[in-house]
């Protein structure tokens, strides 16, 4: 089994409300579905979930009650979107199910505390394809949090430790000093610096990104691709060398 994180900058454009690039989502689709592999997939929230949850402050946690009508938006508009990501697969010829962690993830202090495991399982066992993504979720301690598609990515490679994890992003991988790293590790990351950017992005973007995958490495091969490329998915899947970068 592979875990496959469909990022919010391949599916969306992360600057405007709203975007989602439809061609891109089911050219994807069908590459997982042409690969053969067994997948769980996971996809990022893009500008569905990140420019109002940067308005209302959710990533702070609760602080005062205006940011419950945020918490209902962005709830809405991630799961909107994740209708659409799930009808994608489905006109591919994929049989998704979609798994909201606002009703299987509970976190305390931003970080992931339970997730029901078990939900994923039965539907890997029925032969489904279970589909989640960034959300808004209880958190004992801040009284709700946003969970990054990265956070979930990680909790499922514990508990599943697929042959491989792969990051669609809209790079070919990591870059330092405006080269390609193929391969990255510890040491490297502690010299990164993180980037600021206009877009808003409270999950931390390509830095944090980096340091989850050196934690899931211990548990699978772990790895950054570009999900702009034409069967650069479809490849890496089914285990053809590809353009990216690898997370030791």
């Known amino acids: 089994m592979m875990l496959?994180?469909?990022?919010?900058?391949?599916?969306?454009?992360k600057s405007k409300k709203y975007v989602f690039k439809e061609k891109t989502v089911r050219r994807l689709a069908k590459e997982i579905k042409n690969s053969g592999e067994k997948v769980i997939v996971v996809h990022g929230a893009g500008s569905f979930g990140h420019i109002l949850a940067k308005k209302y402050g959710l990533d702070k946690g609760f602080?005062?009650?205006k940011q419950i009508s945020g918490v209902t938006k962005v709830q809405a508009d991630v799961k909107g979107l994740n209708a659409r990501v799930v009808n994608s697969l489905i006109d591919a010829g994929i049989s998704p199910v979609s798994i909201p962690p606002s009703a299987v993830v509970e976190c305390r202090n931003k970080k992931i505390e339970k997730i029901n495991v078990d939900v994923f399982k039965k539907y890997l066992n029925?032969?489904?394809?279970?589909?989640?993504?960034?959300?808004v979720t209880l958190d004992r301690k801040l009284g709700f949090c946003i969970v990054s598609g990265d956070l979930l990515m990680l909790e499922l490679a514990k508990v599943?430790?697929?042959e491989k994890s792969i990051f669609v992003s809209n790079v070919d991988g990591v870059y330092m000093d405006k080269k390609r790293m193929d391969k990255i590790h510890d040491k490297i990351v502690r010299n990164m610096k993180r980037k600021k950017t206009k877009i808003p992005d409270v999950t931390g973007s390509m830095y944090e990104k980096v340091k989850i995958g050196l934690k899931m490495s211990k548990f699978t091969k772990t790895?950054?691709?570009?999900?702009?490329?034409?069967?650069?998915?479809?490849?890496?899947l089914k285990g053809r060398k590809v353009v990216g970068t690898v997370i030791k």
């Not at 496959?4 to 454009?13: A, N, Q, R, W, Y």
């Not at 029925?126 to 959300?135: E, I, R, S």
């Not at 790895?223 to 890496?236: D, K, P, Q, S």
């Open 4 to 13: 496959v994180k469909l990022g919010g900058s391949v599916i969306t454009d």
């Open 63 to 65: 602080i005062n009650e």
């Open 126 to 135: 029925l032969g489904l394809t279970p589909v989640t993504f960034g959300d």
């Open 160 to 162: 599943f430790k697929p």
């Open 223 to 236: 790895m950054i691709i570009n999900g702009n490329v034409n069967n650069r998915l479809c490849n890496a």
